[in-house]
């Protein structure tokens, strides 16, 4: 059972409201302690999986009173454990698990998803390192080198944020994740395109020859890819290796497609921004799909008619986006 921990600093005055509020959730545990003559500091203990609900009901409550704050912690244990129910909250979490996604709260992770999508020095820099590794490995012709650059690249983050603004109606964020993802493609092909205005092509790379081809496991595979990393986004596991799968569908090609652009191969590069195109929008596709499914949206009515246009028109977009070049591919190649 993974719990996390609420801290509430609320006036005094409206403490009574929020008291009888919170007892109708389903908590472990609360305590109260008084801060100053107006500031009481209410401490919720609760399960991962009933925070978000509360904090709905705060985020609304602090709407109408701007003096309430609100703080969410995530716990490995507490103490004292309850032993005695430990094995039946075990066993209710396993079921609960086979029955639904459970996923951090939409507030967590919309923190994490406006920090990922943030252009700083240390994304700009593990982008550049990586697009410099990935066309070592492509020219090297090394599988190795390759994947190598894809566990330093940072390309995950944008993506997974363009989908979760999408999902959620924030179009403020969604320009900004765009901005971030569009960054996060140029650069490396800037990087490419220098490569390949002074060195010659490697026609002799499997790495680059494998990326002159469109197949159907191409799609499937960035299909599958954005959906993992959107699953291992919200749930707050690891991005790692995931973030490996996302940038091995969209590191390569970029870098291959400048290649062919820096040597002025016009024709040539079709094939690479095609594949770079396909796999982008199948990873937002099946990212925005995930994050639909597991529940994600704003509480506020006007909020969540803006989120279901936006999910609505989302989809159908990226959906023509991959049929239109579904349609290019089939007409290039026969």
Do not use: C
Request: aromatic share 12%.
């Amino acid at each position: 059972m993974t719990t996390q921990l609420i801290e509430v600093y609320v006036p005094q005055e409206t403490f009574p409201v929020l008291k009888n509020a919170v007892e109708k959730f389903d908590i472990i545990s609360q305590w109260t302690s008084y801060e100053s003559s107006d500031y009481i500091l209410v401490r919720i203990l609760v399960e991962t999986k009933h925070s978000e609900e509360i904090l709905n009901y705060l985020e609304q409550a602090s709407n109408q009173n701007d003096k309430l704050s609100a703080l969410l912690f995530s716990l490995k244990t507490y103490i004292p454990h309850l032993e005695d129910k430990k094995e039946e909250l075990e066993e209710e979490d396993e079921k609960s698990e086979e029955r639904e996604l459970i996923r951090a709260s939409r507030h967590e992770l919309y923190s994490v998803v406006f920090e990922s999508s943030e252009i700083s020095k240390s994304f700009s820099w593990f982008l550049l390192l990586s697009a410099l590794v990935a066309t070592a490995g492509i020219v090297k012709n090394s599988p190795a080198i390759v994947i190598g650059a894809m566990m330093i690249a940072p390309i995950i983050g944008p993506f997974s944020a363009v989908a979760f603004a999408s999902v959620l109606g924030d179009y403020k964020l969604l320009r900004r994740a765009l901005v971030s993802a569009l960054y996060g493609l140029i650069l490396p092909i800037g990087v490419a395109i220098i490569f390949g205005y002074f060195f010659a092509l490697p026609v002799n790379s499997q790495e680059f020859l494998s990326r002159m081809n469109i197949e159907l496991i191409d799609i499937i595979a960035a299909l599958a890819s954005g959906a993992a990393g959107a699953i291992s986004f919200i749930k707050r596991v690891s991005e790692a290796f995931v973030g490996v799968m996302v940038s091995v569908a969209l590191l390569p090609p970029a870098v291959v497609f400048g290649m062919m652009v820096g040597a002025a191969k016009w024709e040539g590069a079709l094939t690479p921004l095609l594949l770079l195109l396909v796999n982008t929008s199948s990873i937002v596709l099946s990212a925005i799909v995930v994050f639909w499914l597991s529940g994600i949206k704003p509480v506020n009515w006007q909020e969540i008619q803006e989120a279901y246009t936006s999910r609505k028109f989302s989809l159908l977009f990226v959906i023509l986006i991959i049929l239109t070049l579904f349609a290019v591919i089939f007409f290039i190649q026969f």
